[in-house]
């Protein structure tokens, strides 16, 4: 298994500004996960991020709104950008750290007024 | 055929009773079904998965049956507690991918 952490766990933000949310893991992973999961509804897979490559966006999502880094082995991070209040979500991070399975982080809990 | 449809969307079981969420698929690359516990604040947690290969698996209180032929698997939770009220998942994993395709969801509500 695996111990993500994730920051901040939630935050208030105007229209158009960003966000940043960090996810930290505690072992050195591969695959790295965003989610975002909207009030009361199922998880969706924003772009899955691998260290020393572009992130691979879903369909629906672009990398101009979703900027991700993923700078070594246990760290990432997405920027939610030009927000609005339809980005209002839980974004959640999650690793693969056994086969196949995935771990996930608590979750970013963002509310854009 | 990339989706994976879950119900019941709720369910409200007695304490010590049996609760039982069903999944259905359709594309047959799907090979790993995990399902996911998420209390309200929480970020979802493992329950319990298996691979197409068995028909059911077992952990503790948890037991997964699936039925390959009818592309459909589902989640019993003998004896249910109220602790074990949350909402769950099922997933579907895509062969050679990394990628889970989850269900709607299932809120479970145990009564004491």
């Known amino acids: 298994s695996a111990v993500i952490s994730q920051k901040p766990s939630r935050d208030i933000c105007q229209r158009g500004t960003s966000l940043t949310i960090q996810c930290q893991v505690d072992s050195q992973v591969t695959m790295m996960f965003w989610y975002r999961q909207q009030p009361g509804q199922s998880l969706t897979l924003i772009a899955t991020a691998n260290q020393g490559s572009e992130a691979t966006y879903e369909s629906g999502f672009v990398i101009d709104k979703f900027p991700i880094s993923r700078p070594n082995l246990t760290f990432s991070t997405l920027t939610v950008s030009n927000m609005s209040p339809e980005d209002s979500s839980i974004y959640l991070c999650?690793?693969?750290?056994?086969?196949?399975?995935?771990?996930f982080g608590p979750g970013t809990r963002l509310l854009v007024l | 055929q990339q989706q994976v449809k879950q119900s019941p969307q709720s369910l409200i079981v007695q304490k010590g009773g049996i609760s039982i969420i069903n999944c259905a698929y359709e594309?047959?690359?799907?090979?790993?079904f995990p399902w996911y516990q998420q209390f309200p604040g929480k970020g979802p947690a493992l329950l319990i998965a298996?691979?197409?290969?068995?028909s059911e698996k077992k952990e503790g209180r948890f037991t997964i049956s699936f039925n390959k032929s009818a592309k459909q698997f589902s989640l019993h939770i003998m004896d249910s507690q109220p602790g074990d009220s949350a909402t769950y998942f099922c997933?579907?994993?895509?062969?050679?991918?990394?990628?889970?395709?989850f269900g709607t969801g299932t809120r479970l509500k145990v009564l004491a």
């Open positions: 997933a579907a994993s895509l062969s050679g991918t990394y990628k889970y395709i």
């Open positions: 999650s690793v693969e750290s056994d086969p196949w399975t995935q771990y």
């Open positions: 298996i691979r197409p290969d068995v």
């Open positions: 594309n047959t690359a799907f090979d790993y």
